[in-house]
């Protein structure tokens, strides 16, 4: 799993117009919190808290407060988004301790061309992350699935997965993905206008008349 070094300041609690302030001039504002250590507030740059915010990775977060040599290790356990810009508002970090399992989410992604979708099928992903506990050296980036052997109408779920280490919490009925077949071509619906097109009677054919004997001779 990869690592990033997090440079931070350590900071006292503060009121909301500080934190916005602080928002304002381009830092988050976070709480780093652990069994081993009392929790205390920082701020980070906005910069460096995206680049492991914004992944589809797991990362372990190196936490170092005011140039100290000390790193302080955890992972992110909350984030917080400001609902219109989408900016991160606050994070929170959770330390890590030597022989302590944790529970959190890790990214699925699938590898490989389904054989499925050679066939006309489509690749169909259910779940996008699952919850797992394992001591934090065992922590998984990321579980990847190899679709390539799924033909149209296999799946794979939970209980298919033999990760090492890791102890998947979801139900072992959860589906991950699955090929499924094309859909058939649908006709076109008739519209009412049509119905009614349909329901009437056709015009009668108006045949010419020609004129009588008596008609003709009246010409003359």
Do not use: W
């Amino acid at each position: 799993m990869a690592e990033i070094v997090l440079n931070a300041e350590k900071r006292e609690k503060s009121t909301q117009s500080v934190l916005n302030e602080l928002r304002k001039n381009g830092y988050v504002p976070g709480t780093f919190y652990s069994k081993e250590k009392e929790a205390f507030s920082f701020a980070a740059h906005n910069v460096d808290v995206n680049r492991f915010v914004f992944t589809s990775e797991t990362n372990i977060i190196n936490l170092k407060i005011n140039d100290d040599k000390e790193e302080l290790r955890g992972i992110i356990k909350d984030v917080q988004f400001d609902p219109i810009t989408d900016k991160v508002t606050h994070i929170d970090i959770l330390g890590l301790t030597a022989g302590q399992t944790l529970q959190l989410e890790i990214p699925v992604t699938l590898t490989g061309d389904a054989v499925g979708v050679k066939e006309g099928g489509s690749v169909q992903q259910s779940t996008h992350k699952l919850d797992v506990e394992c001591l934090p050296r065992h922590i998984p980036e990321q579980i990847e699935i190899d679709v390539t052997d799924l033909s149209i109408g296999d799946s794979i779920h939970v209980k298919d997965l033999n990760l090492e280490n890791v102890k998947i919490l979801n139900a072992e009925t959860v589906m991950l993905v699955s090929v499924i077949a094309p859909r058939a071509i649908e006709e076109p619906e008739e519209t009412l206008e049509d119905e009614i097109l349909a329901d009437e009677p056709a015009e009668p054919e108006v045949i010419g008349k020609g004129k009588s004997e008596d008609e003709n001779e009246g010409d003359q």
